[in-house]
């Protein structure tokens, strides 16, 4: 089992709907976990963090974390063509070692 | 500003060669990391350092080496043991504060180097 897995996407939605994106991750004592999304031959933009059970919302962000299950979730409410991009989810386990999942592809439909 | 420095942006490798790719933060970060980047591929782990004179194999170590004399420092060395090497290059940078904190989860990246074989 890969450490960090994302569905595969590509993921397409209309402008102004809502898009979900998620993870799941192997290591049990992972302590934080992010969201990114990067552009194509850029650096990857940190969109939200989470470390504690539940929901985070930042804007139209919402990250979702649930320890039982290991899955992290990301929805982009109101969807806009500019979030199109390749979201990253990465875990960063008990040691700070950091690991990404391959990404998945969005895009927003105008 | 602090930030991390990333260099050469863009670096070309004869077979054979080794090549080392420079990392530096002004930070006061205590773990680096570095990553590769294929084509449509997420950032895949090469070697992480959470302290001076320590660092990890990640996941994909093999051709790679690196060091960590300097806090403010982690340099890659991409060996010519490293059959395909060309790819794109992340290093990025950690506080390792509390993961409760924002300082503790803010990872700074790099702009990126681009290694190809030529």
């Known amino acids: 089992q890969k450490e960090v897995e994302q569905n595969s996407g590509p993921l397409s939605v209309p402008e102004g709907a809502i898009a979900s994106l998620n993870c799941t991750y192997s290591?049990?004592?992972?302590?934080?976990f992010f969201w990114y999304r990067q552009y194509s031959g850029k650096s990857p933009e940190l969109i939200m963090f989470?470390?504690?059970?539940g929901d985070k919302e930042d804007g139209r962000f919402t990250a979702q974390l649930n320890k039982a299950s290991q899955y992290v979730s990301l929805l982009i409410r109101d969807s806009q063509p500019s979030d199109s991009a390749t979201y990253l989810c990465?875990?960063?386990?008990?040691?700070?070692?950091?690991?990404f999942g391959k990404g998945t592809l969005l895009t927003v439909n105008p | 500003d602090g930030g991390i420095t990333q260099s050469p942006k863009y670096l070309f490798r004869k077979e054979g060669q080794n090549v080392t790719l420079s990392c530096e933060q002004n930070?006061?970060?205590?773990?680096m990391y570095w990553y590769r980047q294929d084509p449509g591929q997420g950032l895949r782990l090469i070697y992480y350092?959470?302290?001076?004179?320590?660092?990890q194999k990640g996941d994909i170590a093999e051709g790679y080496s690196v060091s960590r004399e300097k806090k403010e420092s982690f340099p890659l060395t991409v060996t010519s043991a490293q059959k395909n090497p060309t790819a794109f290059y992340l290093c990025?940078?950690?506080?390792?504060?509390?993961?409760?904190?924002?300082?503790?989860?803010?990872?700074?990246f790099g702009e990126g180097s681009w290694l190809t074989v030529v």
């Open positions: 290591d049990r004592g992972s302590q934080s």
């Open positions: 930070l006061n970060h205590d773990a």
């Open positions: 989470i470390y504690s059970n």
């Open positions: 350092s959470q302290i001076v004179n320590d660092f």
């Open positions: 990465a875990v960063r386990g008990s040691n700070y070692k950091l690991t």
């Open positions: 990025a940078s950690t506080s390792t504060g509390g993961i409760w904190s924002r300082s503790g989860n803010t990872i700074y």
